[in-house]
């Protein structure tokens, strides 16, 4: 049988005094949201032991010379080595290490201008500049591959011969505005890359010359020695096939002219201030006609050093077809 209980009044009043009193417990914890608390490691843990690196080199190379190492490598050696370990990345985030390269490769627009740029194109990231700004790859070779077909001398009257001729234009750059040009037919990049430089023959035909750089065009002009001068003028625009690259030059003119010898004062004068103010088509020599040349106008690829010996454009021409256009 069922009965009612009636509580005292004080039960009643009680119980909504501990409700009320739960309800406005403080809890400090609640205050600690949002603030990041470094732990503290129990005494004796593993994480209260120093930390030893587990690579041989970084226990027996002092950071001091591991920076020294990196301000040696160039600038793409830095990119791979950046992706050696978590440490070698942090430390080649160094600015640093990147000013000194991009103060090398623009040297010709000068200190002031470059710190000028980076600060106001490039948010003062030397690295972001070194990345985005079109600059001339020094560290290799550019490598030009043209071909045209000749109709050879029939034989009696049965067969037609047509010859494909392949033969290659090389660029290689220095900082100071300087530049080495060849033009050959037969022989390959890896036997090339060992005569373009300054100390070269001139039974090995490479042409010196001069060039400036303005955003991603070139203008470059080499002049040709021999009874008449004539003057090679250069129109280039520089890209690449990823951001960085600058792997590609495609060739927008290419004019041959001829030159007055009075305004040759040196041979090592600079070829740029020379032809500045002329026209596209003028020549100053009527001996020697102003041509510009429609064909053979095929971009030019870059080819870094250590890659000439292993390069497709060492192949023979019929196979290197199935690599390289043009």
């Known amino acids: 049988m069922a009965s009612d209980v009636s509580l005292p009044p004080e039960a009643s009043t009680y119980s909504r005094f ?13 205050n600690l949201y ?11 843990s593993v994480s209260s032991k ?23 490598m160039t600038p793409y050696t830095l990119g791979r080595a950046a992706c050696v370990c978590r440490k070698w990345r942090y430390t080649i985030r160094n600015p640093s290490l990147w000013r000194s390269a991009c103060l090398k490769t623009w040297q010709l627009s000068g200190p002031t201008a470059n710190y000028q740029i980076v600060q106001s194109v ?48 090389y660029l290689r750059f220095y900082p100071n505005g300087k530049f080495l040009y060849k033009q ?56 690449g096939t990823t951001v960085g690259a600058n792997n590609r030059l495609d060739l927008l003119k290419l004019v041959t002219t001829g030159v007055d010898e009075s305004e040759l004062n040196d041979p090592d004068d600079d070829m740029l201030g020379v032809v500045e103010g002329w026209g596209e088509d003028e020549t100053h020599n009527p001996d020697v ?12 690829v870059f080819v870094p050093f250590e890659e000439v010996e292993t390069s497709v454009l060492n192949l023979p021409v019929d196979k290197m077809d199935y690599y390289v256009t043009g």
């Open 122 to 169: 490039y948010d003062g990231s030397w690295k972001k500049m070194w990345v985005h700004r079109p600059r001339i790859r020094m560290d290799g070779l550019y490598v030009s591959r043209n071909t045209y077909i000749r109709v050879g001398v029939a034989e009696w009257k049965v067969t037609n011969p047509v010859h494909v001729v392949c033969y290659y234009r």
């Open 50 to 72: 120093p930390f030893v690196d587990p690579a041989l080199i970084h226990r027996c190379l002092p950071d001091e010379l591991l920076f020294e190492v990196f301000t040696r």
């Open 289 to 300: 006609p102003a041509i510009s040349h429609k064909r053979g106008l095929t971009p030019f």
């Open 18 to 30: 501990i409700t009320m009193q739960f309800m406005g417990t403080e809890r400090p914890w609640l």
């Open 184 to 239: 050959i037919s037969s022989q390959k990049v890896k036997e090339v890359a060992r005569c373009m430089n300054f100390r070269t023959s001139r039974a090995d035909c490479v042409y010196k010359g001069d060039y400036g750089l303005d955003g991603d065009l070139i203008k470059a002009a080499i002049l040709y020695p021999g009874v008449r001068r004539t003057l090679l003028r250069i129109h280039l625009r520089l890209r």
């Open 34 to 44: 949002g603030i990041r608390v470094r732990p503290i490691a129990a005494f004796g």
